[in-house]
């Protein structure tokens, strides 16, 4: 029974002992199995943070081409909006087409005392004031010829009045929309027309400058009508001639047929720059290039004008005109196109009292040298000469 006893008791152990060993290989293939795993991730953890990283560098640089679309896209639509808007503005608001036609509250150049014609090299011009209607008051200058400019220091006003009635001419000059009479190309042209022997007088409109009253066409034009009148009345038997550059051509004929229809014409008129109408002009202006073609382009902005009571309308003035007519008119005017000043000129021609003068550059108009050297001596005073002679008896 002990023999037996005995290999049982081994055999049991054996089992135990092979059964602790199985166990122990089995819990090291296990850690085996776990330390590959952890391996191999960690080996496959390299290779995909790169392209986790550049996805997201993807995405945010999608995110950001978005954003800019975005953006722009509602920039887009801002100024689509406002482009149809403005024309709808303008209709109901017709005096905004009003102020862009006269821009009298552009004043260029700024911060110049108008009181101070010295302080613009104008040193033989007066300034004073008039009144043309009750609370109406216009700014005017007066520049005698600069063969005075020695006897016209320290003189007053009063001194200035009387010179009118000397043996030169008068020339009043009608400037056009924007700034004052203290322009620089203005007072270039009036020391070039002041060199050539001419008084020459000028003024704000009601509304320009220092000048007090709201700007209309009917306004403007009686404020031209007060001032030659004021001419008249000390100039004695001296010429007059009226000039009217731009808008102020639209002034300038007004103020002629006025004068003709009540027998007391100037002794000639000068147009730089004219016109046929206002509305031509509007349609023909740079600015209205982009809306030129938009639907109901005359109903948004030419109806507007004319229910303002401006028209300007030179093409029909001119009719009624019976001075001599001189008309000069750059090829290059960038503002009022020289086709439509040939459109406006060509039914007065052939004429014997009207003289056209076409201009290769804008800047002869403006610039001190061109003028002096050109255009004026040759064109403008013999002619002005001309017309005296053909008015004397």
């Given at each position: 029974m002990r023999k037996r006893a005995e290999p049982v008791a081994l055999e049991h152990e054996r089992c135990a002992a092979s059964g602790s060993s199985s166990s122990g290989s089995a819990a090291?293939?296990?850690?085996?199995?776990?330390?590959?795993?952890?391996?191999?991730?960690?080996?496959?953890?390299?290779?995909?943070?790169?392209?986790?990283?550049?996805?997201?560098?993807?995405?945010?640089?999608?995110?950001?081409?978005?954003?800019?679309?975005?953006?722009?896209?509602?920039?887009l639509l801002c100024v689509l909006g406002l482009y149809v808007a403005i024309p709808f503005l303008i209709k109901l608001c017709p005096g905004i087409q009003a102020k862009l036609i006269f821009l009298n509250f552009v004043r260029v150049p700024y911060f110049i005392d108008l009181k101070k014609p010295q302080d613009q090299g104008l040193n033989h011009t007066c300034n004073y004031y008039l009144q043309p209607e009750e609370d109406v008051t216009i700014g005017v200058w007066h520049t005698v010829p600069a063969v005075w400019w020695k006897d016209a220091q320290g003189?007053?006003?009063?001194?200035?009045?009387?010179a009118l009635a000397s043996s030169h001419p008068i020339i009043?000059?009608?400037?056009?929309?924007?700034?004052?009479?203290?322009?620089?190309?203005?007072?270039?042209?009036?020391?070039?027309?002041?060199?050539?022997?001419?008084?020459v007088v000028t003024f704000d409109y009601r509304g320009w400058g220092d000048s007090v009253g709201t700007p209309s066409e009917r306004g403007m034009?009686?404020?031209?009508?007060?001032?030659?009148?004021?001419?008249?009345?000390?100039?004695?038997?001296?010429?007059?001639?009226?000039?009217?550059?731009?808008?102020?051509?639209?002034v300038a004929t007004n103020l002629v047929r006025r004068l003709c229809e009540r027998e007391t014409p100037p002794d000639a008129l000068i147009l730089e720059s004219p016109f046929t109408n206002i509305r031509e002009e509007a349609k023909s202006h740079p600015f209205s290039v982009i809306y030129r073609y938009f639907p109901g382009f005359d109903w948004f902005f030419l109806d507007p004008i004319t229910?303002?009571?401006?028209?300007?309308?030179?093409?029909?003035?001119?009719?009624?005109?019976?001075?001599?007519?001189?008309i000069l008119h750059a090829e290059d005017d960038p503002v009022v196109p020289f086709q439509l000043g040939r459109k406006f000129a060509?039914?007065?021609?052939?004429?014997d009292s009207v003289r056209c003068v076409a201009l290769q550059h804008?800047?002869?108009?403006?610039?001190?040298?061109?003028?002096?050297?050109?255009?004026?001596?040759?064109?403008?005073?013999?002619?002005?000469?001309?017309?005296?002679?053909?008015?004397?008896?």
């Open positions: 090291a293939a296990l850690d085996a199995a776990c330390r590959l795993k952890q391996k191999l991730r960690l080996a496959g953890k390299g290779p995909s943070e790169p392209r986790c990283a550049a996805d997201a560098g993807m995405k945010r640089a999608l995110g950001r081409r978005k954003g800019l679309w975005f953006r722009m896209k509602k920039i003189k007053d006003q009063m001194w200035y009045e009387d009043l000059y009608l400037h056009g929309n924007a700034g004052t009479r203290g322009g620089d190309h203005r007072v270039e042209l009036y020391k070039v027309l002041s060199s050539l022997g001419y008084h034009t009686y404020d031209a009508l007060h001032v030659f009148d004021w001419i008249k009345a000390r100039s004695g038997d001296n010429p007059v001639y009226i000039w009217g550059h731009s808008l102020g051509t639209g229910s303002s009571g401006i028209k300007f309308a030179n093409d029909e003035n001119v009719k009624h005109i019976s001075c001599s007519l001189l060509l039914p007065l021609l052939p004429g804008r800047c002869s108009i403006s610039k001190l040298p061109r003028l002096q050297s050109s255009v004026y001596p040759l064109s403008l005073r013999p002619w002005l000469q001309a017309q005296v002679h053909l008015q004397e008896p």
